[in-house]
């Protein structure tokens, strides 16, 4: 969709952004409750049904934790989605799947991937 829109040069709707934004929240917490920490989140990571409904997809890489406050020190996921603490080689938390999900709602607006 991402693509169509940049061919196009239209944006999604803030509604539209909500809308995905808000159920892949509750998607990740759901996942967070679990103990699992995806670390591959990222747009083409989500899929959406025939409904608008948006599904977190691909946890190929993703462990799940003995605590919900473990950490991890391995270096996985896509480098444009990764937290500081990831890209430094340093140990984190489920709050890096939440690094991810910012840079995911800042392409969803901007149809452009972070560099920062």
């Known amino acids: 969709m991402i693509k169509k829109k940049k061919a196009t040069g239209t944006y999604f709707t803030e509604t539209e952004i909500m809308n995905w934004f808000v159920q892949i929240c509750l998607g990740l917490n759901y996942i967070h409750s679990k103990r699992i920490m995806h670390r591959d989140l990222k747009v083409s990571n989500i899929f959406l049904t025939a409904n608008n409904i948006a599904k977190i997809g691909d946890f190929g890489i993703s462990k799940v934790l003995q605590e919900v406050l473990d950490f991890t020190?391995?270096?996985?996921?896509?480098?444009f989605y990764m937290s500081p603490e990831v890209c430094q080689g340093r140990s984190y938390t489920l709050k890096s799947d939440i690094w991810g999900l910012g840079c995911l709602l800042y392409e969803l607006a901007t149809l452009e991937v972070t560099n920062a």
């Open 73 to 79: 020190i391995s270096t996985v996921g896509t480098p």
